[in-house]
């Protein structure tokens, strides 16, 4: 019988209970080296704890992630470098790919994958360059730390249905959300053209159902 079958009253339904994903723990040899290289990143330095036994737990957050990353002495069994394919999500690659050029670390060019959904594994199938048409989902770039471990920035500017609350709109960093009002002031100029100056709506008003629709994979206003 499964959770959502069953009938005790004491036993909540599995979609009724909230799974936030906020860390994530990485295997590395050198714990030293690996907190200097993701603070150097400049990555939040939240916690760095010993215990006895040669024990020790650092913990890191990108800038505006709701995650964070654990790496440590005795924490897991996992061989060093063997995390692959940790995402980063950004709403801007290139001006990504630029920060953390700047920062010293070694960081692929940016590239979209051949057949266009998701990108291979390793180097198969990369074509240089963002997506061609730039769409949301489809441009990336990657980098590992000195272990090895891998990471992936994925450009998402419009998230697909059921992501994010249609009713609502929610942004990391201010960042991000200076990264939506200029996609929404593009929009509307383009929408302007279109209409000649439709002034149905204020333009606050309409970067606000722009941006809403944007995140929430909604049909954007025309």
């Not at 704890?49 to 897991?76: A, E, L, W, Y």
């Not at 809403?212 to 994979?217: D, F, I, L, M, P």
């Amino acid at each position: 019988m499964t959770v959502q079958e069953t009938k005790h009253p004491k036993v909540a339904v599995l979609h009724d209970i909230d799974m936030k994903l906020e860390v994530v723990v990485i295997p590395v040899s050198d714990v030293d080296r690996a907190k200097s290289f993701y603070t150097g990143l400049g990555w939040r330095l939240d916690a760095d704890v010993s215990g006895t036994d040669d024990f020790r737990v650092v913990q890191v957050t990108p800038p505006g992630s709701p995650c964070s990353v654990i790496f440590g002495k005795n924490i897991t069994s996992a061989a060093p470098g063997s995390a692959q394919g940790l995402h980063l999500i950004v709403s801007d690659i290139e001006a990504a790919h630029g920060a953390l050029t700047g920062r010293g670390a070694e960081i692929s060019s940016i590239f979209h994958d051949v057949g266009g959904v998701f990108h291979h594994n390793g180097q198969e199938g990369r074509s240089a360059g963002p997506h061609p048409t730039r769409a949301s989902y489809g441009s990336f770039a990657s980098f590992s730390d000195p272990d090895g471990n891998g990471w992936i920035f994925q450009e998402v500017t419009t998230r697909l249905p059921g992501r994010i609350d249609a009713d609502g709109a929610t942004f990391a960093s201010a960042k991000d959300l200076a990264a939506a009002l200029r996609r929404a002031a593009s929009a509307h100029g383009e929408h302007e053209k279109r209409t000649g100056g439709d002034h149905s709506q204020t333009w606050p008003d309409w970067y606000a159902e722009y941006m809403v629709a944007e995140q929430s994979g909604s049909a954007l206003p025309s």
